[in-house]
């Protein structure tokens, strides 16, 4: 029914933004990665799924059309909810969530807030044969290096959010754990 909309932020909280769209103040449920994109009193548009049940109707909102697509794939999945969804999403980037599902990796699924491993494995088994990455074995070695780098800045006194951002920012061309940890640590130190 509503495939995107495009308006400005009025306010965000936790885990949705409100959206002005044609003097409507919608409000979309998304993950932080989007929260974190946009600003108060920005444009955006969002791609959006509307949930519509008995008791209520949510919507989800994306940054990006792959990311409503992913989504809905998610969802397709007996067990798994929207909420569950953006808890994924929340995970890492699409190509390495892919890549996880392609080479049968629940423990990296399980990451996800409410998704325990019968609900990753099921998910692997009914969208495996759905998305394609190349060299997804690379792609899921990198990511689980990068989870136990976030790790340790944490345990060094910065915050998940800036643990992520700071490794989202490391040249993919570097690396070997302690090469992408201290690329992050300059990053990190440059405030950037």
Same mark, same amino acid.
């Given at each position: 029914?509503?495939?995107?909309?495009?308006?400005?932020?009025?306010?965000?909280?936790?885990?949705?933004?409100?959206?002005?769209?044609?003097?409507?103040?919608?409000?979309?449920?998304?993950?932080?990665?989007?929260?974190d994109?946009?600003?108060e009193?920005?444009?955006?548009?969002?791609?959006?799924?509307?949930?519509?049940?008995?008791d209520?109707? @949510? #919507?989800?909102?994306?940054? $990006?059309?792959?990311?409503?697509?992913?989504f809905?794939? !998610?969802?397709?999945? =007996? &067990?798994? /909810?929207?909420r569950?969804?953006?808890?994924?999403?929340?995970?890492? @980037? #699409?190509?390495?969530?892919? $890549?996880?599902?392609?080479?049968?990796?629940?423990?990296? !699924?399980?990451r996800? =807030? &409410?998704? /325990?491993?019968?609900?990753?494995?099921?998910?692997?088994?009914?969208?495996?044969?759905?998305?394609?990455?190349?060299?997804?074995?690379?792609?899921?070695?990198?990511?689980?290096?990068?989870?136990?780098?976030?790790?340790?800045?944490?345990?060094?006194?910065y915050?998940?959010?800036?643990?992520?951002?700071?490794?989202g920012k490391?040249?993919?061309?570097?690396v070997?754990?302690?090469?992408?940890?201290?690329?992050?640590?300059?990053?990190?130190?440059?405030?950037?």
């Open positions: 029914m509503l495939y995107s909309l495009t308006g400005a932020v009025i306010s965000k909280g936790d885990n949705f933004l409100v959206l002005e769209a044609a003097g409507i103040g919608f409000k979309v449920h998304t993950n932080q990665r989007t929260l994109t946009l600003r009193g920005a444009s955006a548009k969002l791609f959006s799924h509307l949930q519509v049940k008995e209520s109707m @949510d #919507l989800f909102g994306f940054l $990006a059309e792959e990311e409503l697509h992913f809905e794939l !998610l969802i397709s999945v =007996s &067990g798994v /909810g929207p569950s969804a953006l808890s994924i999403l929340q995970i890492s @980037d #699409l190509t390495s969530l892919s $890549a996880a599902i392609q080479e049968g990796r629940p423990d990296v !699924l399980t996800a =807030s &409410g998704i /325990g491993r019968k609900t990753a494995e099921r998910i692997i088994v009914e969208l495996r044969t759905k998305v394609q990455v190349g060299k997804s074995a690379d792609i899921v070695k990198k990511m689980e290096t990068d989870a136990d780098l976030a790790e340790v800045l944490i345990n060094l006194g915050s998940r959010e800036q643990a992520r951002a700071a490794l490391v040249d993919e061309k570097v070997g754990l302690e090469e992408r940890l201290k690329a992050a640590l300059r990053i990190l130190g440059r405030g950037n």
